[in-house]
Nanobody
Framework: QVQLVESGGGLVQAGGSLRLSCAASGSIFSINNMAWYRQAPGKQRELVARISSGGSTNYADSVKGRFTISRDNAKNTVYLQMNSLKPEDTAVYYC??????????????WGQGTQVTVSS
């Protein structure tokens, strides 16, 4: 079994910054892509940023230039540095990871979510 534990959410004023962390633990052979998604009230969950095991990244257009995703492979941890936050960034943020639990089996796992609220 694999667990993803997120931390770092909270309440911040517009223009402020937050850093989210997500640590994976359990029966891990290797981790492929890691990503952050978010879901605002009444909206579908959307991809915010993704990072490959080799460090390649991609971002939603709405966060390009403001958010940075990174990972520490030694710690099985992914980060999301969020700067210049806007009220429209308010959402529950979820960590996602594609984890090889054996050399032949890969599963997708989700964290429990962390609330980010940006006040105007």
């Amino acid at each position: 079994q694999v667990q993803l534990v997120e931390s770092g959410g909270g309440l911040v004023q517009a223009g402020g910054s937050l850093r989210l962390s997500c640590a994976a633990s359990g029966s891990i052979f290797s981790i492929n892509n890691m990503a952050w998604y978010r879901q605002a009230p009444g909206k579908q969950r959307e991809l915010v940023a993704r990072i490959s095991s080799g460090g390649s990244t991609n971002y939603a257009d709405s966060v390009k230039g403001r958010f940075t995703i990174s990972r520490d492979n030694a710690k099985n941890t992914v980060y999301l540095q969020m700067n210049s936050l806007k009220p429209e960034d308010t959402a529950v943020y979820y960590c996602n990871a594609l984890v090889a639990v054996t050399p032949l089996r890969t599963n997708a796992y989700w964290g429990q979510g962390t609330q980010v609220t940006v006040s105007s």
